[in-house]
């Protein structure tokens, strides 16, 4: 299949979230997924950081093996919670000097059984210092989270905060993945009437676990449906058909977001390519 006509076929860029791996081998079946994933000729490949930045070295180390290896734009995420200005600035440092111009821009959670809180306090104060070092060169994500963040006291809350992501220089904003499309588009519609002009994102994660699917939902506040929720308990025990049921569910799930004006989408892979490719296939995106 030529690239151009894939291009054609996938209507908006696809962009996929990766994790640092452990082991070597890790590192190897991470390599085959990514080499799967090209079919879709992804606009970026991210790469998750950990609780205060606690795989930051093994971060560090698969971007710049996808950088080597894939000739792919790579965004690292990056949090602030825990670290020093003087930290931060090491890090952007070394990522500009291999090429990175897009950083996924986050607060982050604060490690267990860690008590500094460190010396920035909130994501739009790391996209300013993002700004201030890379200037207009940096291409700069924040997170948006259509079904509210867990610690936010209200929609309107988070809604102000993705505005204020947006006035410290924020370019665009990736969602937390989501099954209800009307929660997305109407925190869409909301955050356009509050002047929040940066493109918003939507986060896929495919459907391949049922408990490990449900301890992620309550863990992150991302509803899973009642109706998606009892369909998996009864497929928990059959692969197959739970495997066809999310792939029907959330290629539903892209299909109305594509012609709801979603600008890409950005699927959560968790180092698996099986699911995202059937996805792919069952809209005629991929062979």
């Keep these: 299949m030529s690239l151009n006509h894939v291009q054609r076929r996938i209507p908006v860029p696809i962009s996929c979230e990766f994790f640092p791996t452990a082991t070597e081998q890790g590192g190897e079946n991470l390599a085959k ?4 994933l090209a079919v879709f000729d992804c606009e970026y490949f991210s790469v998750t950081y950990g609780a205060g930045g606690s795989t930051q070295e093994r971060t560090l180390k698969l971007v710049r093996r ?11 995420h990056l949090t602030c919670i825990s670290a ?16 990175i111009k897009r950083l996924l821009a986050l607060r982050g959670d604060v490690p267990p059984g860690s008590f500094y809180m460190g010396e ?16 207009d060169t940096a291409h700069i994500v924040v997170a948006a989270y259509p079904e509210k963040h867990p610690r936010a006291k ?11 992501k947006s006035e410290a220089g924020a370019n665009e904003a990736v969602t937390q993945y989501f099954f209800n499309a009307d929660a997305f588009l109407r925190f869409r519609d ?13 986060g896929i994660m495919p459907i391949t676990n049922y408990r490990q699917l449900a301890r992620f939902s309550d863990a992150c506040g991302a509803e899973l449906p009642r109706w998606i929720r009892k369909r998996l308990e009864a497929y928990e025990h059959d692969v197959e058909a739970l495997q066809l049921f999310g792939t029907e569910v959330v290629a539903s799930l892209c299909e109305r977001l594509v012609k709801e004006g979603a600008p890409a989408l950005h699927f959560y892979s968790m180092n698996r390519s099986q699911a995202i490719l059937a996805i792919g296939r069952a809209l005629s995106w991929i062979d």
């Design 154 to 164: 209200t929609p309107h809350d988070d809604l102000e905060a993705l505005k204020i």
């Design 84 to 99: 020093t200005y003087a930290e931060l600035e090491a890090l952007l440092d070394t990522y500009q000097s291999i090429g």
């Design 66 to 76: 996808i950088c080597e290896e894939d000739e792919r734009p790579v965004m690292p």
């Design 120 to 135: 920035l306090d909130s994501a739009a104060d790391l996209v300013q210092l993002v700004r201030k070092k890379w200037g």
């Design 33 to 36: 997924v990514r080499r799967a």
């Design 190 to 202: 909301e955050a356009c009437a509050m002047g929040i002009e940066i493109p918003l994102v939507p």
